[in-house]
């Protein structure tokens, strides 16, 4: 049905720069909000940066002033820029979209597959 596909993740030594990118695609009618989420080892999932389709936008208090979420909605796509990133970024990031696939009747959320970044000297 819908699916997310996310991309641009690496290795980085600390004070370094990675843009994450994530293409939806598939039976999209709608898309309400996208997101990014992260995961490290031995803890549980977490929103990094969220965004609406009327353009609100939050960030978990961990990365404001470093990271920055961005969307193209006309290709579908969602952007995370991560500067001046620390060893405890170091996590898979999860591409997360809410939207309304054709032939349903309601929103649910979808994930792509998840990218590693890691952050090391």
């Known amino acids: 049905q819908v699916q997310l596909v996310e991309s641009g993740g690496g290795l980085v030594q600390p004070g370094g720069s990675l843009r994450l990118s994530c293409a939806a695609s598939g039976r999209i009618s709608k898309i309400n909000a996208m997101g990014w989420y992260r995961q490290a080892p031995g803890k549980e999932r977490e929103l990094v940066a969220g965004?609406?389709?009327?353009?609100?936008?939050n960030y978990a208090d961990s990365v404001k002033g470093r990271f920055t979420i961005s969307t193209d909605n006309a290709k579908n796509m969602v952007y995370l820029q991560m500067n001046s990133l620390r060893p405890e970024d170091t996590a898979v990031y999860y591409c997360?979209?809410?939207?309304?696939?054709?032939?349903?009747?309601?929103?649910?959320?979808?994930w792509g597959q998840g990218t590693q970044v890691t952050v090391s000297s």
């Open positions: 965004t609406t389709v009327s353009g609100g936008t």
């Open positions: 997360n979209a809410v939207a309304l696939a054709y032939f349903s009747t309601f929103y649910q959320p979808y």
